[in-house]
């Protein structure tokens, strides 16, 4: 098990758009195993984008309970109505907001053997794909928040 340091509000790299991974090797391997290694170490959280582990690569890693979700150049394809979230992060502990997500989205990426596939996120799930790929850009979900909630 390798863990990595998750990086915090204040360190550039969060901010920094993140480059596509051109080839599924054994250090793109290690990268993922070590991020859901991170992941699974962590409290509360859900999922993982590799800026937080000081990697500018499109790679994320999500298990929110029914086993891990490996993505590699994650793409939102279409999005479907709105809802209203509450999200935390691991690279922002402590603070916690309502935005608005879509409800449905469907992802296009590649899987940790270099698979092409699709995933459709609705609820929770959507708003989970959405939050790491954000991170892939250089966006936090504090600069889309409507409103910061004390103590959730």
Not at 1 to 15: C, F, P
Not at 127 to 132: I, R, T
């Amino acid at each position: 098990m390798a863990l990595r340091r998750i990086r915090i509000l204040g360190d550039d790299i969060l901010r920094k758009k993140s480059k596509p991974i051109e080839k599924i090797d054994d250090r793109v391997l290690t990268l993922l195993k070590d991020m859901a290694d991170t992941l699974h170490n962590s409290e509360n959280g859900a999922a993982i984008a590799a800026p937080q582990v000081g990697i500018l690569r499109r790679a994320v890693v999500i298990d929110m309970g029914q086993g891990t979700i490996y993505l590699v150049n994650p793409e939102v394809i279409e999005a479907e109505g709105s809802q209203e979230v509450i999200e935390g992060c691991l690279s922002i502990p402590g603070k916690w907001g309502k935005l608005i997500r879509p409800a449905k989205v469907y992802v296009k990426a590649f899987n940790e053997k270099g698979e092409a596939f699709i995933i459709t996120g609705e609820g929770d799930l959507a708003k989970c794909l959405c939050h790491e790929i954000d991170h892939l850009e250089g966006i936090l979900f504090i600069d889309k928040v409507t409103e910061f909630i004390e103590g959730e």
